[in-house]
């Protein structure tokens, strides 16, 4: 079955300093890509939707500049938090699709960021 | 833009008991509808995908149904065990998704 790889599982960073979440479609291509966010004990919320080989599309209220995504292949998108700050910690987590199929997506397991 | 509405926000029963779980959404132009469980600090696992075509799924304890023209879907889990106690997403799919509110479970041995 499709599988989504996401690293790391959890960070710890220093406020300023800049994080990178990697998602990697394993045995598919993914031609689109979501990144979620979530506060604790609420519920996920769509950042961005990436697509292979162009500019992502944010969602309202998600900084551009802050959260930078890259995906320069069919498996791998990026997800890079610059100067975090402790707001910024929250549960992030990846989705992809595969391109030639609408049935259902495949989700990594989550990365755990806390900044302090 | 899809709004996905879940109801209960948070549910307590006993083990046992068999119980349903709501979703509401907006946008009925979907593809399909996905229900996933959610453990605290983990990762989604995907329980039931519906097509927009179909009315309902099984698997094992876990029944899920679709109702596209009144936008909703219920998830009705029988006799509830204490392993199933985590947070249930729904998520209606159409060029995207959206996730619901979710309703977190908790089944009391």
């Known amino acids: 079955g499709a599988v989504v790889s996401q690293h790391p599982s959890w960070v710890i960073c220093k406020s300023g300093t800049s994080v990178k979440i990697e998602c990697r479609s394993l045995?598919?291509?993914?031609?689109?890509m979501f990144w979620y966010r979530q506060f604790p004990k609420q519920s996920l919320m769509l950042m961005a939707t990436?697509?292979?080989?162009?500019?992502?599309?944010?969602e309202q209220g998600v900084e551009k500049d802050k959260f930078l995504i890259n995906h320069a292949s069919l498996t791998l998108s990026t997800l890079t938090v610059t100067s975090a700050h402790p707001e910024d910690s929250s549960f992030y987590i990846c989705?992809?699709?595969?391109?030639?199929?609408?049935?259902?997506?495949?989700f990594g397991s989550g990365t755990r960021l806390t900044v302090v | 833009k899809q709004e996905v509405t879940q109801i209960p926000a948070a549910l307590s029963v006993p083990e046992g008991e068999n119980l349903v779980l709501n979703c509401s959404f907006t946008?009925?132009?979907?593809?399909?509808l996905q229900w996933f469980r959610q453990d605290p600090g983990k990762g989604l696992t995907s329980l039931l995908l519906?097509?927009?075509?179909?009315r309902e799924q099984t698997s094992g304890r876990l029944n899920a149904s679709l109702d596209k023209s009144s936008g909703r879907s219920t998830l009705y889990i029988a006799a509830s065990q204490p392993g199933d106690s985590a947070t249930y997403l729904c998520?209606?799919?159409?060029?995207?998704?959206?996730f619901g509110t979710g309703t977190s479970l908790t089944v009391i041995p």
């Open positions: 989705s992809a699709r595969d391109g030639e199929s609408r049935y259902g997506y495949t």
């Open positions: 045995d598919f291509q993914a031609t689109t």
């Open positions: 519906i097509q927009s075509s179909q």
């Open positions: 998520a209606p799919t159409g060029n995207q998704f959206y």
């Open positions: 990436s697509n292979e080989g162009s500019k992502a599309t944010y």
């Open positions: 946008d009925s132009a979907i593809y399909n």
